[in-house]
């Protein structure tokens, strides 16, 4: 199998259940097209890495992954800088959100297969304070992570509720991609 992500915890969660596979960065546009939800856009966006990592390589399977964080219909993706960070945990504070992530699975070969699919969960942030965002901003951490945080990280800290795949949140909800998996084969 072959991940077309370049993430850290996408790979680490692979690793823990002992799948073999490759990392291969996509490298793809991601801009969102104007009026689409975070489920077309998740679900295009894993599509269109497994499909770019599938021209590339001879791989039987490629897996293509995609997270956001969606709050008062607002989508969050990866923070620009650190103000912006400041500004989507402020956003988070106090309340639910969801965390959507699509999966796409491309087999190449005779009988060339595409199954997508996503996964939401629900999650429930405590009330923030500025001196929390502010410490947890320079940390570092919120960098490259859709909606400003890592639950696998320091922003456990501010998690009040889950409900759902906790591995979705991670950024790769691991049983799905098995089920997808199994559909493909």
Same mark, same amino acid.
Request: proline share 3%; glycine share 8%.
């Given at each position: 199998m072959? +991940?077309?992500?370049?993430s850290? $915890?996408?790979? *680490? ?5 002992g799948? /073999? ?12 097209? /104007?009026? /689409?939800?975070?489920?077309?856009? =998740? ?6 890495k497994? *499909? ?6 001879s ?6 992954a995609?997270? =956001?964080? =969606?709050?008062d ?5 990866q923070? $620009? ?9 402020? @956003?988070?504070? #106090? ?9 796409? @699975? ?5 009988? %060339?297969r595409? =199954? ?10 405590? /009330? ?7 410490w ?5 951490? %919120?960098?490259?992570?859709? #909606? ?12 009040? *509720? ?6 979705n949140?991670?950024?790769? %909800?691991l ?9 493909? +084969?």
């Amino acid at each position: 199998m072959v +991940l077309a992500s370049k993430s850290p $915890r996408r790979a *680490e969660i692979l690793r823990a259940v002992g799948w /073999e596979f490759e990392a291969v960065a996509a490298n793809i546009d991601e801009t969102r097209i /104007e009026s /689409e939800d975070a489920v077309s856009y =998740v679900k295009r966006l894993a599509q269109a890495k497994a *499909e770019t990592v599938a021209r590339k390589t001879s791989a039987g399977l490629v897996l293509g992954a995609d997270t =956001v964080v =969606v709050i008062d219909g607002e989508i969050l993706g990866q923070p $620009r800088d650190d103000d912006d960070a400041r500004r989507m945990l402020k @956003l988070l504070s #106090g309340k639910w959100h969801e965390v959507l992530t699509g999966i796409a @699975l491309v087999r190449g070969g005779n009988a %060339p297969r595409i =199954v997508v699919n996503h996964q939401t969960t629900r999650v429930h942030f405590a /009330e923030l304070s500025s001196d929390e965002i502010d410490w947890y901003v320079t940390t570092g951490e %919120p960098n490259g992570k859709a #909606g400003a945080y890592a639950i696998q990280g320091r922003g456990a800290l501010f998690i009040k *509720e889950i409900q759902g795949d906790y591995f979705n949140v991670v950024g790769l %909800p691991l049983r799905l991609v098995y089920e997808l998996k199994s559909d493909t +084969l």
